[in-house]
């Protein structure tokens, strides 16, 4: 488990990346929320299978967690991190100059 550093704004890559895949998994352990992913990313079961650590999935998955406030205290609770540390790991996901 990530706990979030004590200002909860500054997550590293390594750190994001993980934030992400434990959303993912998060979102594809229930079968309404993978189906609602699916459906509002416009990825096919097939797409996410053979580009589950690409960059822009580990981003989608964070941005639809961000969207629902209920979902993303849901998985915050159960990540025990903060909910703004999902923000952080999303903006560092996002930067296109990050190496």
Not at 57 to 70: M, N, R, T
Not at 78 to 96: F, K, M, N, W, Y
Request: negative net charge; aromatic residues 4%; charged residues 25%.
């Amino acid at each position: 488990m990530l706990k979030s550093d004590q200002r909860g704004q500054r997550v590293d890559r390594e750190a994001a990346e993980t934030i992400a895949a434990q959303g993912l998994a998060f979102l594809t352990a229930d079968a309404q929320r993978l189906h609602r992913f699916l459906a509002l990313t416009g990825l096919q079961p097939a797409d996410l299978k053979t580009r589950l650590g690409a960059r822009e999935v580990l981003a989608a998955a964070l941005s639809f967690l961000a969207a629902d406030e209920s979902l993303l205290l849901t998985f915050a609770a159960s990540q025990h991190v903060a909910p703004e540390t999902i923000g952080a790991a999303l903006a560092r996901l996002d930067s296109a100059d990050e190496p």
